[in-house]
């Protein structure tokens, strides 16, 4: 059995690397997969750009707010006549398109939200230490409505004010 295992990342990353700083955990990752299918022409390609990185928050790790460094491949389209020439491969079931944080810490941030809301959330979040908002680490007046208002679709679905506002 792995040592990493205790991380529980998701099986399609390759943990490079795991330092731990003071008040943090950086995780660093690449992607299992070495090929991709360019989103305009479909066709499959292997040849490899350039990497770069993101940096997203995770779950928390031994009391420890968690940051993953995902390397991720940019790759060239291999067809003469595709307008793109290049293109990155989607972080699909890592995190949603331009996100700052996982899938799953999404998903945790959401159900503390509908469980406890307003404040009780915010006090529960800087306690797991994955505070919501990292500058101040809690919510202040409605950024828990607009923070659960921008999750991706494929976790919060259709959300009303007023039923986020009861407590």
């Known amino acids: ?43 499959p390609t292997q040849r490899i750009h350039s990497f770069y990185q993101r940096k997203l928050a995770d779950l928390p790790w031994q009391g420890r ?23 990155v491969m989607p972080l699909e079931g890592i995190t949603v398109r331009h996100g700052r944080q996982t899938t799953r810490l999404a998903d945790l941030h959401y159900y503390i939200a509908h469980t406890l809301g307003g404040s009780a959330g915010a006090r529960m979040t800087v306690r797991l230490c994955c505070p ?28 009303t004010r007023k039923r986020l506002l009861v407590s």
């Open 1 to 43: 059995m792995s040592r990493l295992r205790s991380l529980d990342l998701p099986r399609s990353l390759v943990v490079r690397r795991v330092v731990a700083l003071d008040n943090r955990v950086e995780i660093e990752v690449s992607l299992r997969k070495r090929s991709a299918v360019c989103p305009d022409c479909q066709c």
């Open 132 to 159: 919501i908002n990292e500058v101040i680490g809690r919510w202040v007046g409605l950024k828990e409505v607009r923070f659960v208002r921008h999750l991706p679709t494929t976790v919060s679905g259709k959300i």
């Open 65 to 87: 707010p968690a940051t993953l460094i995902v390397s991720v491949p940019r790759f060239f389209c291999q067809t003469m006549l595709c307008p793109r020439r290049t293109f």
